[in-house]
């Protein structure tokens, strides 16, 4: 199931992509023209300012355009000389992306002709008799040119970003203003969190220690008032018996604020301590040639420790498995379950952790379609 998610999510972006350089290769005939005749219009000092304008305009296009379909975030603050310089080699890889598209079309339409000639008993171009090997080369060669079309899209694809890239790449302001954003956004995320946290550890301390605690003393109050011996040491009996559960929650919510083996041994024994204490099996492989920073330890932790409760909980999981390694500078944790799926990201633990993950600059997702498995995975950087 989640190849299959990957592959529909790759096919529509790939889809998404080709249909932004389709109406790339169209508007670069006007650009084209625009180039043509704006350039002999720019020897006229009047109409310069016009020319640049309306420059600004086609390059905004451009912009939205690779925003739209292929994500890139390129700055808006240009000037309308750039603009009208990026529009000469722009046009140029539009109009040969437009040819690529069209050798697909007539290669396309060829093969449809070659392959009804071939169904017929006819050698490719008609005529003559098809030999037995006149499928197997159409075949090669149709595979062949399939993929030089496929490399051709790719090329001007990429060529068309970078160009984009170069011209109207973020500029300092652009860039300073967005890091504001992010570290806005993270700022309240981590307020939020630490909120979310100080709210759990009161509930785990409302509904389990202080309930503890109040049944120990008044089994302690009956003793001391009781007279029949027997009576008070079973009361005394049961107060022991309390005082140990009231130990053992206080220790689980000790644990879940922050556990010692995770501060003193590291992400290892920590996450090994965290399967041991699973009422699910826990199946983990850990690859980490070096110690984390202890943020980001602390992060993974976390994540996989609200993954494994939410899938205890609500997942009728059979088995659990969790994956961490490093990756370059990266640090990645992948909690699977074989669950009945359907958990959501905007859930309250999980958009917990989403905003605890964003706090330290990382990526979190959750792909969870109906009836399983649920993939939860955090990416952090650790350079």
């Known amino acids: 199931m989640p190849v299959l998610a ?6 529509r972006k790939a889809l998404r992509g080709t249909l932004g350089l389709a109406i790339g290769a169209m508007t670069a005939f006007a650009e084209f023209f625009y180039v043509l005749f704006g350039g002999l219009a720019l020897t006229i000092p009047t109409l310069r300012e016009s020319v640049f304008a309306g420059a600004h305009i086609l390059s905004e296009v451009e ?12 700055a808006i603050d240009y000037d309308d000389r750039r603009a009208m310089v990026y529009l000469i080699p722009r046009c140029v890889i539009g109009l040969l992306s437009a040819g690529v598209f069209i050798l697909i079309l007539l290669g396309a339409g060829s093969g449809v002709i070659i392959t009804y000639q071939l169904f017929n008993g006819q050698s490719p171009g008609g005529g003559a008799p098809a030999d ?16 030089l079309s496929l490399q051709g899209l790719l090329g001007t694809a990429t060529l068309d970003r970078k160009l984009a890239r170069h011209f109207f790449g973020p500029s300092k302001q652009e860039t300073l203003r967005r890091r504001v954003s992010e570290l806005a956004t993270s700022r309240a995320e981590v307020v939020e969190a630490v909120n979310g946290e100080r709210r759990r550890i009161e509930r785990d301390l409302h509904d389990g220690v202080q309930q503890r605690l109040v049944a120990l003393g008044m089994l302690l109050g009956r003793a001391r008032r009781t007279g029949d011996p027997d009576h008070a040491s079973d009361l005394l009996r049961q107060a022991h018996e309390e005082s140990q559960r009231a130990l053992e929650d206080l220790r689980e919510v000790s644990w879940r ?17 965290l399967a041991e204490r699973s009422g699910v099996p826990v199946h983990l492989r850990v690859d980490l040639p070096a110690r984390p920073p202890a943020a980001i330890e602390t992060v993974v932790y976390f994540v996989a420790s609200e993954a494994v409760t939410n899938t205890i909980k609500h997942a009728a999981a059979t088995r659990i498995d969790i994956e ?18 359907g958990a959501r990201g905007s859930g309250g633990g999980l958009s917990g952790l989403a905003r ?3 706090a330290a600059d990382g990526e979190f997702t959750v792909v ?15 350079g």
């Open 324 to 341: 961490a390694e490093q990756d370059g500078d990266e640090v990645r944790v992948r909690i699977t379950d074989d669950g009945v799926g």
């Open 63 to 74: 912009r939205r355009r690779l925003e739209k379909y292929f994500g890139d975030r390129n």
């Open 257 to 273: 604020v922050y556990p010692i083996a995770l501060d003193s041994d590291g992400l290892h024994p920590a996450l090994e301590a």
């Open 132 to 147: 037995w090997y006149d499928p197997v080369t159409t075949a090669l060669f149709g595979a062949l040119l399939i993929f």
């Open 6 to 11: 990957a592959t529909r999510r790759y096919l």
């Open 356 to 358: 605890r993950v964003a």
């Open 368 to 382: 969870s379609p109906p009836g399983g498995p649920t993939v939860v995975t955090a990416v952090l950087p650790c």
